[in-house]
């Protein structure tokens, strides 16, 4: 890595941006539609395990994070990140998946946007500029997600537990990953377990819960969310989120 000396009087004009993928080709596109913007790509990142080597050494204005990532996954990377009182970055996740259940738990876990790798990359000089002045990178179609979710608020389930229940607190740590559609191996990983043991856990769930799949697990877990969630009383608090629309 280059030395960042200097970047205190850079800071004052120009935005220092991260960017963390796993394809050097995004990597050199975003890097090409930056530099006419004056904003300076600080540095890159191929894996999540260098993405929080690199936040950590160059200390940018905003990380523009991938999902998908060799090592560790970019909702684990964003954790970390937000968790480290060292780093004041501004986080965008970038996906080539829907924004649905992953957009909102972006957020959920600190980001301040999600955007699909779909989008005309032109504006994205626009739009990191918004993040910067304290705005949020969320698309339109996102936006309305988001305002159904708090409509409906049982569909922002995830990480939700009901009051009474015949599932453990890891076994609804495992349903959340299963809500997320995560394979056996991803659960693994993210919850630090072995293979075998998530099997287990996802065994006794569906016993428990008296269903034969997966999907039907999730499916069950959702009502008795949803059950708890409209018991007379019982107040369900959610985080809240300043959305500020930066992507038509």
């Known amino acids: 890595m ?18 963390v993928d796993d394809d050097p080709l995004v990597c050199r596109m975003i890097r090409d539609v930056l530099r006419p913007a004056d904003i300076l790509v600080v540095g890159e990142a191929h894996n999540g395990r260098d993405a929080l ?34 780093l004041e970055a501004k986080i965008v996740v970038l996906s080539v998946r829907g924004e649905g259940d992953l957009g909102y738990l972006a957020l959920r876990k600190g980001a301040d946007g999600y955007l699909n790798k779909e989008l005309d990359l032109t504006v994205l000089p626009r739009v990191l500029r918004d993040v910067a002045d304290g705005g949020a990178a969320v698309s339109r179609t996102l936006t309305a997600d988001l305002a159904r979710r708090l409509r409906e608020l049982p569909e922002a389930s995830v990480g939700m537990r009901p009051v009474r229940s015949v599932l453990t607190t890891r076994e609804w740590e495992v349903v959340d990953q299963l809500c997320l559609g995560r394979s056996t191996a991803e659960i693994a990983s993210t919850l630090v377990l072995s293979i075998e043991t998530v099997r287990t856990h ?11 799949s997966r999907a039907a697990a999730v499916e069950a877990a959702e009502r008795l ?16 989120e300043d959305v500020a629309v930066s992507v038509s």
Do not use: C, F, W
């Not at 280059?2 to 960017?19: F, H, I, M, W, Y």
């Not at 996802?202 to 034969?212: C, S, T, Y």
């Not at 969310?225 to 809240?240: I, K, S």
């Open 225 to 240: 969310r949803v059950g708890d969630a409209l018991q007379p009383g019982r107040e369900t608090q959610l985080p809240a």
């Open 53 to 86: 080597r690199a936040a950590r050494y160059y200390n940018p204005d905003i990380v523009l994070l991938d999902v998908v990532l060799p090592g560790l996954d970019g909702i684990t990377v964003l954790e970390q990140m937000v968790a480290d009182d060292q």
């Open 202 to 212: 996802v065994k006794n769930i569906m016993r428990k819960l008296k269903v034969h």
């Open 2 to 19: 280059s030395s960042p000396q200097g970047k205190s009087a850079d800071r004052q004009s120009r935005l220092r941006v991260l960017v």
